[in-house]
Structure formats: structure tokens, C-alpha cells
């Protein structure tokens, strides 16, 4: 892999704060060298600062990714140009997001379900489409080796036990995705319904029942109070 010019100055960066620690640690060996070996470290920092300096021209954003623009005298890849042209142009990133989704979907078997599952759901960004494709792909291939259990009678049985081994797996990761994902639009809180039942006898030994149903959070409290 061809080193782009900021990795190399970044490596240069390191090499040179660590010349400027090495400086600082090492005993002298000598009054010069007393003398000098705090100048040496000095200046060996300032080249390391100077180099971990962020570059002036930068494409893309805090919200996407940074690289540094464009050098002529860099050699660019293919690569390198098309990542500049889409940080350049934010539009396209969704864009292109969308089609790599629908795209590894589609190689994975699971487009449909995966498409289904943002669809039931009512998925609004990208990190909940993602979770419902995850969530399509274990239940999918959970279900295939169920299947496969099923419809061979002459598996071996380490095969039997690891394909069911497999399954109960992906099942799980699709419970945890489907929790994560409730967390996700609910902001991690959980409501917790408390109910208290009173009895009263009245007269003639008529027993009322009377309820008194508290709602609240883990996280605020009692919220409500009916009697």
C-alpha cells in the first residue's frame, strides 16, 4: 500500500518526538553534551509539533471524514480521487451509502428481508437500516441452518449439534440487535409499570378492589400517580 503524503509526515512526526524524549531520558556524557542535549530535544519537538500540524486545505467535514486536499505533486490513486470527490460533494454520500447497503445485502442473500425489515420498522437514518439488514442476515441464515437440520436426516451429529450450536447464535444477535435498536429510538430509557392492589370488605362482605397504577422510569422517577 502506497503511504500518502500525510502518513509519512505523521510517521516523521512521531520519529521526531520520540528523538526529543530520548534526548530528555538519556544521561550525558560529558559537559557538552550537557549542554547541547536540551537543544537537540528542543528543537527535535518543535519539528514533531510543526509536523502534526493539521494541513491548511482540508475536504470534508467533522460529520463525514477529513483528508487533505488535493497536492500535485502527490501521486493519486483511483481510490483517493473518487474518496476527494465524495467528501466534496456530501449529497452523494447517502447516496453511495445506500447502493454499498443494498449492494453487500444482495450478495448476502438477504435484500428483500433486509429491505422488509427497514420498511415494518419504520427506519429514519442510516444506523437503523443498518441494524434491520443485520438483523435480516441472522435471522436468514439462522433459519438456513435450521433448515439444513431438518431436511438432513444423515448429518453427522457434531454437524446437527454445530449447525443448532449456530443458529441459537444468530438468534441471539437478533434479539440483541432488536433491543439495541429500542434503545436506540427511546434514548435508553425503560418504563416500568407498578401495580397496587387494595382491598376493601364492605359491608355484607362484599369485597372492592381498588387500583392504584404508578408509571414512571428507572431513570425519572414516578412520573404518575392514579388512585
Same mark, same amino acid.
Given at each position: 500500500?502506497?503511504? /500518502? $503524503?500525510? +502518513?509519512?509526515?505523521?510517521?516523521?512526526?512521531? $520519529?521526531?518526538? +520520540?528523538?526529543? %524524549? #530520548?534526548?530528555?531520558?538519556?544521561?550525558?556524557?560529558?559537559?557538552? !553534551?550537557?549542554?547541547? #542535549?536540551?537543544?537537540?530535544?528542543?528543537?527535535?519537538?518543535?519539528?514533531?509539533?510543526?509536523? =502534526?500540524?493539521?494541513?491548511?486545505?482540508?475536504?470534508?467535514?467533522? #460529520? +463525514?471524514?477529513?483528508?487533505?486536499?488535493?497536492?500535485?505533486?502527490?501521486? @493519486?490513486?483511483? %481510490?483517493?480521487? @473518487?474518496?476527494?470527490? +465524495?467528501?466534496?460533494?456530501?449529497?452523494?454520500?447517502?447516496?453511495?451509502?445506500? %447502493? @454499498?447497503?443494498?449492494?453487500?445485502?444482495? $450478495?448476502?442473500?438477504?435484500?428483500?428481508?433486509? =429491505?422488509?425489515?427497514?420498511?415494518?420498522?419504520?427506519? /429514519?437514518?442510516?444506523? %437503523? $437500516?443498518?441494524?434491520?439488514?443485520?438483523?435480516?442476515?441472522?435471522?436468514?441464515?439462522?433459519?438456513?441452518?435450521?433448515?439444513?437440520?431438518?431436511? !438432513?436426516?444423515?448429518?453427522?451429529?457434531?454437524?446437527?449439534?454445530?449447525?443448532?450450536?449456530?443458529?441459537?447464535?444468530?438468534?441471539?444477535?437478533?434479539?440483541?440487535?432488536?433491543?439495541?435498536?429500542?434503545?436506540?429510538?427511546?434514548?435508553?430509557?425503560?418504563?416500568?409499570?407498578?401495580?397496587?392492589?387494595?382491598?376493601?370488605?364492605?359491608?355484607?362482605?362484599?369485597?372492592?378492589?381498588?387500583?392504584?397504577?404508578?408509571?414512571?422510569?428507572?431513570?425519572?422517577?414516578?412520573?404518575?400517580?392514579?388512585?
Amino acid at each position: 500500500m502506497t503511504k /500518502t $503524503r500525510i +502518513t509519512m509526515r505523521a510517521e516523521k512526526a512521531v $520519529r521526531q518526538l +520520540t528523538v526529543a %524524549e #530520548k534526548h530528555e531520558r538519556r544521561k550525558p556524557v560529558g559537559w557538552s !553534551d550537557a549542554a547541547l #542535549k536540551p537543544l537537540h530535544a528542543e528543537r527535535a519537538r518543535l519539528e514533531g509539533r510543526k509536523l =502534526l500540524a493539521a494541513p491548511t486545505e482540508l475536504v470534508g467535514s467533522t #460529520k +463525514t471524514e477529513l483528508v487533505a486536499a488535493e497536492d500535485p505533486a502527490e501521486p @493519486q490513486s483511483q %481510490e483517493r480521487l @473518487q474518496l476527494r470527490d +465524495t467528501l466534496n460533494n456530501p449529497d452523494v454520500i447517502g447516496i453511495d451509502a445506500s %447502493e @454499498q447497503r443494498a449492494d453487500v445485502a444482495t $450478495r448476502a442473500g438477504v435484500l428483500s428481508p433486509a =429491505l422488509d425489515a427497514s420498511m415494518s420498522v419504520g427506519a /429514519t437514518n442510516s444506523l %437503523e $437500516r443498518m441494524m434491520c439488514h443485520q438483523m435480516a442476515a441472522a435471522h436468514m441464515h439462522g433459519m438456513e441452518a435450521l433448515a439444513r437440520v431438518h431436511q !438432513d436426516p444423515d448429518l453427522p451429529p457434531s454437524d446437527h449439534a454445530r449447525l443448532l450450536t449456530a443458529s441459537a447464535k444468530l438468534f441471539d444477535a437478533f434479539n440483541a440487535a432488536a433491543v439495541t435498536l429500542l434503545k436506540l429510538r427511546t434514548g435508553g430509557k425503560q418504563h416500568v409499570v407498578v401495580q397496587h392492589q387494595h382491598v376493601n370488605v364492605a359491608a355484607g362482605g362484599r369485597a372492592v378492589v381498588a387500583n392504584a397504577i404508578r408509571q414512571g422510569s428507572r431513570e425519572g422517577g414516578v412520573t404518575q400517580d392514579d388512585k
